[in-house]
């Protein structure tokens, strides 16, 4: 499932007191920042989506030669 990816103010803790980060460029529904365990979003408008492809393509090796006069594959 794609996940919204906002950009705005936030408030974490810090070990022992809270914190205002503003500007700050977040996952919807994550707890953490960088970190920081987040408390509250204070203002948030979304910026885009995330990638939800996480699987690669398989390339198999060809077996065809080009054919040095034409330079077609036989």
């Known amino acids: 499932m794609r ?3 906002l950009f705005g103010d936030i408030q974490v803790r810090d ?12 996952i919807e529904g994550e707890p953490m920042y960088k970190g920081f365990t987040i408390i ?6 979304i910026i885009g989506k995330t ?3 996480k699987s690669y ?3 198999k090796a060809s077996n065809e030669t080009r054919n040095k ?4 594959y036989e």
Do not use: P
């Open 40 to 45: 509250k979003v204070i203002s948030s408008k």
């Open 3 to 5: 996940k919204n990816i």
């Open 69 to 72: 006069i034409t330079g077609t």
């Open 15 to 26: 070990k022992t007191k809270l914190n205002t980060i503003k500007k700050a460029v977040f």
């Open 57 to 59: 393509t398989e390339v």
């Open 51 to 53: 990638n939800t492809s």
